[in-house]
């Protein structure tokens, strides 16, 4: 049986406060937990209700009535594990990167995490207002890939303002994305749910691109940023293989 303080240290970490302090996050389910025990992460501790064997020394076998009182989830999985956060990298700026200005909905940046890994995009740099990555509801989204890419969170201003490198944002009256010309390194810029990309940083981009409405009535005003993430990164992949 877990003790109340077991209990507390780790529903904290459903707030970002303690996952910075404490430099620890939560990953709930099995295949997600599974997939980071086989990457770089460090695990600290794991819970299971019947035993996986995934960690001989830090798995603990707990009821199921003590998971329901650690999980973030209506309906909790067999298993939750604490990794240990682990430091971010150098950005590396040879090769295509995403930006994120201000993205704020957990399952949007859960997803562009997951389409950074699927089309190789091993840098995803954010602004210091976007979404925490550590959000429960953020790893949840990101089914694992949230091991293959490294994440950093910097000033965004800043950042794309020191760098020598094409810059592109997504914008509805940008150039036709299918009559672009885009290569296999730059900066990928994507903004806000709401509002977009950000005035500031709107003034550093190079070349502003649109994903082109197909539709007879053409009244769709905007796609999800995650969804557009999707199929811009495709294009631009896409065109590194032709």
Request: with cysteine; proline share 3%.
């Amino acid at each position: 049986m877990l003790s109340k303080n077991q209990i507390k240290q780790i529903t904290r970490l459903k707030q970002k406060k303690y996952r910075i302090q404490d430099q620890l996050f939560v990953v709930e389910g099995l295949k997600t937990i599974e997939e980071l025990l086989h990457s770089n992460m460090k695990l600290q501790s794991v819970y299971t209700t019947e035993p996986f064997n995934l960690d001989a020394k830090k798995e603990i076998l707990i009821s199921e009535s003590d998971l329901k009182r650690i999980s973030f989830l209506k309906t909790p999985n067999k298993a939750l594990a604490v990794f240990e956060i682990p430091e971010s990298k150098p950005v590396v700026m040879n090769q295509l990167i995403v930006a994120l200005d201000d993205v704020r909905d957990p399952g949007n940046l859960g997803t562009i995490i997951r389409l950074c890994d699927w089309f190789g995009i091993s840098d995803l740099v954010c602004s210091l207002e976007t979404a925490d990555c550590y959000n429960p509801k953020v790893v949840q989204a990101t089914m694992g890939s949230i091991a293959r890419v490294n994440i950093s969170y910097l000033d965004l201003a800043d950042f794309i303002g020191n760098q020598d490198t094409t810059v592109f944002g997504a914008f509805m009256d940008g150039e036709n994305l299918y009559q672009a010309t885009l290569p296999d390194r730059g900066i990928l810029l994507m903004g806000n749910e709401a509002n977009g990309i950000s005035d500031k940083i709107q003034a550093l981009v190079t070349h502003k691109i649109a994903i082109p409405r197909f539709g007879n009535l053409q009244e769709t005003e905007s796609l999800n940023v995650a969804m557009a993430t999707g199929i811009l990164l495709s294009e631009f992949k896409r065109r590194t293989i032709l």
